[in-house]
């Protein structure tokens, strides 16, 4: 995502090499958050990463629970199809691993499978390191039993294991399955192999033989991420005065101190519809405070004036001010065509990387928000970011795992709410349209253009489609992969 603007002959950054995060823990203790939260992360600082699951492969091969022989999932005696059938699998995914390193020249495989015992450790480390691939171990352990209940009620019994079983039933079986690997899992201890361990996502982690850069910025990211359940909002602020001036720093028009008496009205009556659903479903006790951030400009913060007044905490962070435009400050899309015509046609070459004279690139920012993005992991409750559109765009782009290239085609249109929920497979994005009026990019508008990198089209490189946030609420999910995002033309994701 912020990727370093050079490559190397390898493919490797950092001096790192090959590096293979082996996972390893009981089921339902969130090895699949951790490992698609940490290659989000890894995408975010330029690094090829990929996860590769163990059970995805083999529902792709073979189906779900109800297509497995019956003593598959257990340990002691198993029918010689059985141990067939489990060897082929695993021999199957690890050959993608290799093929990833070898062909794809990828450096950071996260291989998401239970691997609940020294001997299944051992032959898989060796497998790899054998292959001159950098070997570490990632334990999850979880002891707190609450957590692994919403684990398997929240993510287990939807997946396609259990497609239409009835959910009591799903969870007795899926408790069935953690019972049988409890009686014969052995902890991780091994001092002659590098290993991260994580106790209850995030309260505590032990590391041993952890050595690099790259090896300690994944530290560094596992340190603050958790798996409570959340939302994150996203709203553009309101018109100003003087949109096409960056130096300005204008305050809300009329139109825009409307727009945030909507905004205001609007998330707080959507929060109390989600927790309501919440509580129908049953799915949690916990109830989410609303978390404010803008950046520190004025038409950002005083967006968010209404909910200040209701008592609501506004956090203002300077690192979210949006691109910086240099030289463009102020001029129209047309005026700089004609003034700057060999930046312009470099921009339109890579919209991503082409920095204007004395001003910003999306690289730049996306480099900028990096602690943002950090504090957003951090975050246990729901956060209302009330911002910009090109910082929109990067944050959007990092939770949906987007590749550099498209993060300024992301469109952002004035007068609607992003609803973004974090999950173990990936996000959960929908779009919500509230407020029409003066400054939301329709050809009537009078001040029709803002700085140009915040005007709600996205940029695009030649070729690549405008990746929109539109006025449906149409749910989508989004793994936080590059190549395996699915959605509709009007959302996100």
């Not at 490992?35 to 990463?49: D, F, I, Q």
């Not at 990929?50 to 598959?72: E, H, M, T």
């Not at 692994?148 to 959910?167: F, H, L, M, Q, T």
């Not at 506004?314 to 700057?340: A, C, H």
Request: overall charge neutral; proline content about 5%; hydrophobic content about 35%.
């Amino acid at each position: 995502m912020a990727a370093p603007l050079y490559t190397t002959e390898s493919g490797q950054l950092y001096h790192a090499g090959k590096i293979i995060i082996i996972c390893v823990g009981l089921p339902a203790r969130g090895k699949t958050h951790i490992s698609r939260a940490l290659e989000r992360y890894l995408h975010w600082a330029g690094v090829t990463t990929r996860v590769f699951s163990l059970g995805d492969y083999r529902r792709k091969k073979i189906g779900g629970a109800q297509d497995l022989p019956s003593d598959y999932f257990t340990h002691g005696q198993k029918s010689a199809e059985t141990i067939a059938l489990r060897k082929s699998i695993k021999e199957g995914c690890e050959k993608q691993i290799l093929d990833y390193f070898f062909v794809q020249r990828g450096q950071v495989a996260i291989y998401d499978a239970n691997n609940g015992t020294k001997k299944s450790r051992k032959e898989v480390g060796e497998k790899f390191e054998a292959n001159g691939v950098h070997v570490i171990f990632l334990e999850s352990s979880c002891d707190n039993q609450e957590i692994v209940e919403a684990n398997i009620r929240s993510v287990k019994i939807s997946s396609p294991d259990y497609k239409g079983w009835d959910p009591e039933k799903a969870v007795k079986d899926y408790w069935s399955r953690i019972r049988n690997n409890e009686m014969h899992y052995e902890q991780v201890d091994e001092l002659d192999w590098p290993y991260i361990k994580i106790v209850n996502v995030g309260e505590k982690i032990m590391v041993n033989a952890i050595k690099g850069y790259l090896q300690s910025r994944i530290i560094f990211f596992l340190m603050n991420i958790h798996n409570n359940y959340r939302t994150i909002y996203f709203a553009r602020s309101g018109q100003s005065l003087i949109e096409h001036s960056y130096k300005a720093d204008s305050d809300l028009s009329p139109a825009g101190w409307d727009y945030a008496e909507k905004l205001k009205d609007f998330i707080l009556e959507r929060r109390k519809k989600l927790e309501e659903e919440r509580q129908r479903n049953g799915q949690s006790d916990r109830k989410n405070r609303l978390v404010v951030w803008t950046s520190a400009r004025r038409r950002a913060y005083h967006t968010t004036w209404p909910l200040v007044q209701l008592g609501y905490r506004v956090i203002q962070k300077p690192q979210m001010s949006e691109i910086n435009p240099g030289v463009w400050d102020g001029l129209s899309p047309d005026l700089v065509r004609q003034r700057y015509p060999d930046e312009w046609e470099r921009f339109l070459k890579d919209p991503y990387a082409h920095r204007a004279p004395r001003a910003e690139s999306y690289h730049d920012l996306a480099v900028r928000l990096e602690p943002t993005i950090i504090e957003l992991e951090r975050e246990r409750d729901d956060l209302l970011i009330v911002g910009h559109a090109s910082v929109i765009r990067c944050l959007l782009a990092y939770l949906m795992g987007l590749p550099a290239s498209e993060v300024p085609a992301v469109e952002i249109a004035r007068g609607d709410l992003v609803e973004v929920t974090p999950a173990s497979y990936g996000v959960h994005c929908q779009a919500f349209h509230f407020w029409s009026g003066p400054g939301r990019g329709g050809q009537d508008d009078t001040n029709f253009y803002e700085n140009y990198a915040e005007a709600t089209a996205g940029k695009k490189a030649p070729g690549l489609p405008h990746t929109n946030v539109g006025d449906t609420p149409t749910p989508t999910i989004a793994s936080s992969g590059r190549e395996t995002m699915t959605g509709t033309p009007d959302t996100i994701g």
